[in-house]
């Protein structure tokens, strides 16, 4: 097997997806000769030209909005967003135009539109270039939202998002992009709406997000023979595959959903609002939602690294739930 | 202009103005009966401005709207029943119930909808005139919005880009004195919003909003050269707004001004232009009202007879998106 790059993973669905079909095309800043604010666009300028590759202006309502329009057409734009937190001044673009447009029109038009953009902590950037808002968008109809945690998936469901002939905005985690992974060679696709079990176990269910996915498996395997827990990613949030969670829930009687994102009104609530709907019973003790401060993201190291829960975290958690 | 273009020019004119006296009568008896329609956006006063640029358009053109975008609907040539039946939520209507009055969809006509977010369509224009430019075609597209529109920040991003990659887009600033309530020079300093169109390196131009024939004229050569690899232009239709914002809010503008500007009805304007020019007697312009009212009666009728959208089928679809 190759070593991938997340981000050379990203750039390789780009790149087959772009040969495949010639109505897909990138925008956003830096497309061109920088390849996009971290690399994903590497090599499609000189590949495709400047007319498949958009450098943009710093203007991410206009852009996205660009995004949203072409898609009207039949064209299906990738638009990136440099940092997550940009995306705030494109939220109308997002939200009440490509989120709404198909409903609106009464299924007359479709928006297939995939808008990438990195999250998270880890690059000591201060509070406008480090959050989790995924469950912003988990919340509004009429969009799709991706996390990818590996290599394998940032490649298989950026081509998913690709074809899917709604909006998906497609989250990507900074801290994952250099790191290497082994992956086939070719094609492959990873379908939305099917989690992925990270690992089996028996004890104790962590579902996690993003990012949280190889602290909890650091935390499972640094708990060995003592827990055995089963890790859940549940990959894609819109759609989300809660059967998967659920299963495992039913199996293990313990749950622990782990994200970057604040605890208050995030992802963690909803996903167990969904298992409690379907089973509650089956919970042999309180459930636990281990997530980010309710606090803007600080810059000094020490500070940032307290803010997001680290594998410590999780396996002192997973302690309490088993007692 | 030709002969048959001025004529269609008032006929349009009307069915726009009739289109809307009828709409108005129907939201507000429904309203007394307890069954409130959401805001309706008169665009009485307008109509020079959706018939002048429509009627410079190709079918394969598209179009983008406002939330006060019924004259452009029916300047389009929307089936005026589908129209109809949008307004009062019924399942025949051109978004199937879905959009109502602010957002009204033809994609046969490449009718992109109106947008309830004021200035929200700038960005979208980008998009289908980048989609045109990506794939080669020769098709323009037009971007309707107001003096309030011209506030938002999504005009300069989406002006900028525009010019900055030459895109086949006519950004048409339909100038008609208000952002709800606050009158155009509470908002802009300069004294036209199409002043603004050389900051971005593009042609911007002023037209008589109540004019048909000056608008028609003025989007005819910036669809034109749009079409044909010149880029975008800023087209400001300076005109008035007779009705209140919307029928949910009083009006409290000086019924002075209002009276002016009713003086200058573009209806009235056109047809004595034409009587006066002999392309058309008294006599024609009153068969040509006949007939409009005509299509408006049956479009009301069929907005009456259609059934509202079923809920239990609404749901079964809401259930399947997870």
């Known amino acids: ?323 | 202009m030709n002969n048959e273009i001025a004529l269609r020019a008032l006929e349009t004119m009307c069915r726009i103005r009739m289109f809307e006296e009828t709409g108005k009568v129907r939201y507000n008896q429904n309203r007394l009966a307890d069954n409130f329609l959401g805001a309706f956006h008169s665009y009485i006063g307008q109509e020079a401005v959706a018939t002048g640029v429509c009627l410079a358009l190709q079918k394969n053109d598209y179009v983008f709207s406002t939330h006060r975008g019924h004259g452009h609907a029916v300047a389009r040539g929307i089936d005026l029943k589908k129209v109809m039946a949008e307004l009062r939520g019924k399942v025949d209507g051109c978004s199937h119930g879905r959009g109502g009055s602010m957002h009204l969809f033809d994609t046969s006509l490449g009718f992109l909808g109106g947008n309830g977010i004021v200035g929200g369509g700038l960005p979208l224009a980008l998009g289908t005139a980048y989609s045109a430019y990506y794939r080669g075609t020769d098709q323009v597209t037009v971007c309707f919005f107001g003096d309030g529109g011209a506030s938002q920040g999504t005009f300069h991003e989406a002006l900028n880009m525009a010019a900055l990659w030459k895109l086949p887009v006519v950004f048409v600033c339909e100038n008609n004195c208000y952002a709800v309530m606050t009158h155009v020079r509470e908002t802009v300093c300069i004294p036209n919003v199409a002043d603004r169109a050389s900051a971005y390196g593009m042609p911007g131009c002023v037209a008589d909003g109540n004019d048909v024939g000056d608008v028609y004229g003025r989007a005819e050569e910036a669809v034109g050269r749009a079409r044909q690899g010149g880029g975008p232009t800023l087209l400001e239709c300076k005109t008035y707004r007779i009705d209140s914002h919307c029928m949910m809010l009083p009006d409290i503008r000086a019924e002075k001004e209002i009276a002016g500007w009713k003086e200058q009805d573009p209806i009235q304007r056109w047809e004595k232009h034409l009587v006066e020019n002999n392309i058309a007697g008294k006599e024609e312009c009153e068969k040509l009202r006949a007939k409009v009212a005509a299509e408006i009666e049956e479009a009301d009728r069929y907005a009456d007879e259609s059934q509202y959208p079923d809920p239990a089928e609404f749901l079964k679809e809401v259930k399947c998106a997870n």
Request: hydrophobic share 45%; proline share 6%.
């Open chain 1, 1 to 323: 097997m190759r070593e991938l790059k997340y981000i050379e993973a990203l750039n390789e669905a780009l790149r087959e997806e772009m040969e495949r079909d010639e109505s897909v095309f990138v925008v956003g800043e830096e497309a061109g000769p920088l390849g996009g604010g971290f690399g994903a666009f590497k090599g499609l300028l000189e590949r495709f030209g400047k007319k498949r590759v958009l450098t943009t202006p710093i203007a991410e309502s206009g852009f996205t909005g660009l995004g949203v329009g072409a898609a009207l057409t039949g064209l299906r734009p990738v638009v990136e967003i440099m940092y997550l937190d940009f995306i705030t001044t494109a939220m109308d673009q997002v939200v009440n135009q490509a989120a709404k447009l198909k409903f609106m029109s009464g299924n007359a038009v479709e928006v297939p539109l995939v808008i990438r953009a990195p999250y998270g902590i880890g690059t000591r950037e201060a509070a406008q270039h480090s959050q989790s808002l995924e469950a912003w968008f988990m919340h509004v109809p009429g969009l799709k939202v991706a996390m990818p945690a590996t290599v394998y998936d940032a490649k298989g469901l950026l081509k998913t998002a690709i074809r899917d002939n709604d909006p998906v905005v497609f989250i990507e985690n900074r801290m994952l992009y250099f790191k290497a992974d082994e992956v086939p060679e070719g094609e492959w696709i990873v379908p939305f709406g099917q989690a992925a079990v990270k690992r089996e176990g028996k004890d104790v269910t962590v579902v996690a997000l993003s990012g949280m996915v190889p602290k909890a498996l650091e935390a499972a395997e640094a708990l060995g023979s003592e827990t055995s827990v089963e890790v859940i990613d549940p990959r894609t949030l819109v759609p989300l595959d809660i059967e998967a969670i659920v299963a495992s829930v039913q199996k293990t009687g313990r749950l622990l959903i782990a994200h970057e994102a604040p605890v208050r009104g995030g992802v963690g609530g909803e996903i167990l609002r969904q298992v409690q709907e379907r089973c509650f019973d089956c919970l042999d003790a309180a459930p636990v939602i281990l997530g980010g401060l309710n606090t803007p993201i600080p810059f000094s190291p020490p500070l940032e690294d307290a803010c997001v829960p680290q594998a410590a975290d999780i396996i002192a958690k997973i302690k309490e739930i088993i007692q």
